[in-house]
């Protein structure tokens, strides 16, 4: 990811009028897949208005990649208020992944947690995230499935990572195929994979096992079909079903 300084540049007072225009235009970009946090800093200045973003690329402001709900916010700017966005690159965000630059991905993986912001879309090859508005089809688009699935999914996985309140509830939606949170994901994976033209895979995290020979015995849970992989995939996933596009690790309480 990458840190931006957006400044909003007015003549006159900083009104909450500009500050909720200002908002729009970035929760606009954030939906569009061009910012990647739904929540940044505020800071009236003698300019007009700041606001701190990361964004998933360098050029991922760019217009370009902005759908019609950004034009639309930034023209109410501009005609209304008589502002000017302006955009400072501040430098890549040396605690975040880097974009996957492959040039031909042979598939995608849905993948975050409760510690990230960055894009849950991720090339299967690299498993480098890649912006939301690389999958936009050829319309103008709002990723709302993928954000709302990625929040809730982050919900569940702080639930079980906090081990008190809901431990058990958020371990069996991220890792039961058939729970709502695996089956928002699914469908989002669906979608995205018929704009895609790939297929795009769903982690299921598992908890919870026994132990390393009964966990290497588990089937894939919707056709039952052997999907036990020879060699670790990218150092996290131990199981992987082509035919229903789904990955999975071997028990993490196992500290394998």
């Given amino acids: 990811m990458y ?3 957006v400044l909003f540049r007015v003549d006159g007072a900083v009104t909450e009028d500009v500050v909720v225009a200002a908002s729009s235009l970035l929760s606009a970009w954030y939906k569009s897949g061009q910012i990647c946090a739904p929540t940044w800093p505020l800071a009236k200045v003698s300019e007009g208005l700041k606001a701190f973003v990361s964004t998933p690329a360098a050029d991922a402001l760019d217009p370009d990649h902005a759908n019609r709900y950004v034009r639309d916010a930034a023209a109410t700017l501009a005609t209304r208020f008589g ?9 890549h965000d040396p605690e975040s992944a880097p974009e996957c630059v492959c040039e031909a991905r042979a598939g995608y993986i849905l993948f975050t947690h409760y510690l990230t912001v960055e894009s849950p879309l991720r090339c299967a090859d690299c498993f480098l995230p890649l912006p939301l508005y690389a999958a936009s089809p050829p319309r103008d688009f709002e990723h709302l499935d993928v954000i709302t699935w990625a929040d ?14 809901g431990e058990r509830f958020g371990e069996n ?32 995290h598992r908890a919870r096992g026994r132990s390393v020979t009964s966990e290497r015995e588990r089937r894939c849970p919707n056709c039952n079909q052997a999907w036990l ?14 035919n229903c596009h789904l990955l999975s690790n071997i028990a993490s309480s196992l500290g394998t």
């Fill in 152 to 165: 809730d999914y982050k919900a569940c996985d702080t639930l079980q990572m906090n081990t008190a309140v």
């Fill in 173 to 204: 939606q991220l890792g039961q195929f058939d729970s709502a949170l695996s089956r928002k994901g699914h469908e989002t994976c669906r979608r995205l994979a018929e704009v895609l033209g790939k297929p795009v895979y769903y982690y299921l």
């Fill in 229 to 242: 992989l020879a060699q670790r995939l990218h150092r996290r996933f131990d199981f992987q079903c082509d």
């Fill in 3 to 5: 840190t931006f300084e």
């Fill in 83 to 91: 502002a000017v966005v302006e955009q400072l690159l501040l430098g």
